[in-house]
């Protein structure tokens, strides 16, 4: 995750805390109906947000497994981990590009 911003861990510990207070808000039930719209919404970003951080995470194992199998002796498997690179890192790309955007 070494193309995320500086602070993008502090940021992630941040979208944790509120995503924590705001699911705790919700279950309480005092709010009102505007605020409970706005609160579902507001978890519903930071969820997709913390899926991307956990996303980013597996694709780093990813990686590395993938980056194992092109010393296989094995030419099939060789290959299939040259498409799965690719395709990991364009979605790793991907991803963090959304995440800078974010955060």
């Known amino acids: 995750m070494n193309a995320l911003k500086e602070n993008a861990y502090q940021r992630l510990e941040a979208f944790k805390a509120e995503y924590k207070k705001l699911e705790s808000q919700q279950s309480d039930g005092d709010a009102p109906a505007v605020t409970d719209?706005?609160?579902?919404?507001?978890?519903?970003?930071?969820?997709?947000?913390?899926?991307?951080?956990?996303?980013?995470?597996?694709?780093?194992?990813?990686?590395?497994?993938?980056?194992?199998?092109?010393?296989?002796?094995?030419?099939?498997?060789?290959?299939?981990a040259k498409v799965f690179l690719k395709e990991f890192n364009t979605c790793k790309e991907e991803i963090e590009g959304v995440l800078n955007d974010t955060i």
């Open 37 to 80: 719209d706005k609160v579902g919404e507001r978890l519903k970003e930071l969820s997709v947000i913390l899926q991307c951080f956990d996303a980013l995470e597996q694709i780093d194992k990813d990686l590395l497994l993938m980056r194992d199998q092109l010393d296989s002796d094995d030419e099939s498997l060789r290959e299939s």
